[in-house]
């Protein structure tokens, strides 16, 4: 088992940042693609960004390209995203996930093994 935690989420202005986290802890976490996806009121969940075990691959959705930047720090077993020039679109709940062995695929959720409970992200305008 992976426990995931995220925290870092609040509210913001348009144009503001906001840096989220996700805390692993069980097992190997160098063994772990990571990926950042939300979920707004009555939307499915989205993708918006992955990244590789060892951070060699890095994936973002188009609509945060240029805005958002993931990392991780596999010896503090977490996995970080900037989130800069916030819009209220931006607006959901954000979930890390964690996929073993991820590299090829990590943009589909139901190819992650372990999620994190969320932490709600508000940017008002």
């Known amino acids: 088992q992976v426990q995931l935690v995220e925290s870092g989420g609040g509210l913001v202005q348009a144009g503001g940042s906001l840096r989220l986290s996700c805390a692993a802890s069980?097992?190997?976490?160098?063994?772990?693609?990571m990926g950042w996806f939300r979920q707004a009121p009555g939307k499915e969940r989205e993708f918006v960004a992955a990244?590789?075990?060892?951070?060699?691959?890095?994936i973002y959705a188009d609509s945060v390209k240029g805005r958002f930047t993931i990392s991780r720090d596999n010896a503090k077993n977490t996995v970080y995203l900037q989130m800069n020039s916030l819009k209220p679109e931006d607006t959901a709940v954000y979930y890390c996930?964690?996929?073993?062995?991820?590299?090829?695929?990590?943009?589909?959720?139901?190819?992650?093994?372990?999620w994190g409970q969320g932490t709600q992200v508000t940017v008002s305008s």
């Open positions: 990244i590789s075990r060892r951070g060699s691959r890095i």
């Open positions: 996930g964690a996929v073993f062995n991820g590299y090829s695929d990590l943009v589909t959720s139901a190819k992650y093994d372990y």
């Open positions: 069980g097992r190997t976490f160098s063994n772990y693609g």
